[in-house]
């Protein structure tokens, strides 16, 4: 098939504070590290969408929402976003 798999293995994978992520954003560019059979071609960034635009709920593969209470900045949608074996297409990469 031709596609990518997006995959955040642990925590430290995770992506924090980005702006509107949190409650608002539909798509996302993501830099991730391209691993082909074992050779790494280091990061690379994709158009990612991590929403439905008709429901706004996250799709199968992508955990995201809100980082919460924020010292002195609670107005702002500050949030994270993980993913498990999220399959994008090869037009994702940019």
Known sequence: MDEFIIHTPTIKAAKFWPGSL??????????????????????????????????????????????????GYNTVDNGYLEF?????PRGALL
């Open 22 to 71: 949190g409650r608002h954003a539909t798509h996302a560019v993501v830099f991730a590290r391209m691993i082909v059979k074992n050779k790494d071609f280091g990061p690379l960034p994709f158009m990612v969408p991590i929403r439905s635009r008709v429901d706004h709920k996250a799709y199968n593969g992508v955990k995201v929402g809100d980082i919460g209470t924020k010292l």
């Open 84 to 88: 498990n074996q999220y399959r994008v």
